[in-house]
């Protein structure tokens, strides 16, 4: 028995590979018969900087059991997102969740991340190192952040464009004319 919870455990915490990069936190009141009671609520992004990503929340009394929930949530709901040349993404995207809309653009080497507070934290976490992006309407870092995802899971390889077609890349990629 206890063999079967220290492997449970193991599997739970042996994961240092994940960065985690905290976005906001917002102090919430609920207004009771003694006066108010306080909580916490928490915005996390989780990621390998290898292409994997994930966002969370958590809600608690005190700020480091709100970011733990987030954290862990965050590990739980990760997306694996295809890089081209493990650095940029392949090809100009755009997301949108509620009023939040945000572009997200291929950059040339040594552009660097140029993108708001919560998209940064995203591209950061996801191991981007050139991208261009905007947010556009919402400043609201859950919507934006959320729009951000909804972008990335539109992120296409040539490679899985290619599969999914039946044909070779090579016939996917524009020529390159030299």
Do not use: C, W
């Not at 018969?33 to 958590?58: E, I, M, P, S, T």
């Not at 709901?77 to 295809?82: E, S, Y």
């Amino acid at each position: 028995m206890a063999r079967d919870d220290n492997r449970r455990g193991r599997d739970r915490d042996e994961t240092p590979e994940f960065q985690d990069r905290l976005v906001a936190i917002n102090r919430v009141s609920k207004t009771v018969k003694g006066g108010k009671r306080f909580g916490f609520a928490a915005l996390v992004v989780v990621g390998d900087q290898k292409g994997r990503v994930g966002y969370g929340k958590g809600k608690a009394k005190e700020v480091p059991e709100a970011i733990r929930k987030a954290t862990e949530q965050a590990k739980r709901q990760m997306i694996r997102v295809p890089l081209r040349e493990g650095r940029t993404l392949h090809h100009d995207v755009n997301g949108r969740h509620g009023a939040g809309k945000v572009v997200m653009r291929t950059a040339p080497q040594g552009t660097g991340i140029i993108a708001g507070g919560p998209m940064r934290a995203v591209f950061e976490m996801l191991g981007v190192q050139d991208v261009v992006s905007k947010s556009i309407g919402s400043a609201n870092p859950y919507n934006m952040i959320r729009a951000t995802m909804n972008g990335l899971t539109k992120e296409a390889s040539p490679r899985s464009v290619a599969q999914r077609r039946g044909k070779k890349v090579s016939d996917i990629l524009p020529k390159e004319e030299a």
